[in-house]
């Protein structure tokens, strides 16, 4: 939870156990750990919130104490006072890091399983096209060999001489 200045005010054990800081470390300070590359979510996050606007599953990226960035799926809703007056936010964060790497390894799976299907594809059209040059080989060589049967026949039976096959 944060104050509406952004000051942390309350961080839960879960947090504790997944991003490595104590309370102690952080409440009454301002969390630095946004990657740069997410400054712009982050900002947008925030303005969200002040405007009073809840929302749920934004995929962002944070930092562990230990310096690992982990790709989070963030909630939040703005926290009034009994009064209704915005004091501040609450934030959940659900740590998604195996579910991205999964759905990498996944995309990754079906790009080289495509292009194996692109390589396999080629090769058999090559295939294709090889036998349907030897069909057409064969089918002009069966062709020929009609023909000069054809020949050899009209020759043998339209010969006036007598001839006859001894084995």
Known sequence: ????????TYINPAFTRV???????LLGEKLNYVPEE???ER???IDKVMAGENFTGVESRRYTKDGRILDVSI???IHLNRSRIPVGSVHTLRDITRRKQAEEALAKAHE???????ERTAELTIANQQLRRQMEER???EKELKAS???YRLLFNNDPNPLFMVN
């Open 1 to 8: 939870a944060y104050d509406i200045e952004g000051t942390c």
């Open 19 to 25: 991003f490595g800081w104590l309370p102690d470390e």
């Open 38 to 40: 997410c400054w712009s």
């Open 43 to 45: 900002q947008m996050i």
């Open 75 to 77: 909630s939040a809703a």
């Open 112 to 118: 080289e399983l495509e292009l194996r299907v692109k």
């Open 139 to 141: 089918k002009r060589a």
């Open 149 to 151: 049967e054809e020949k």
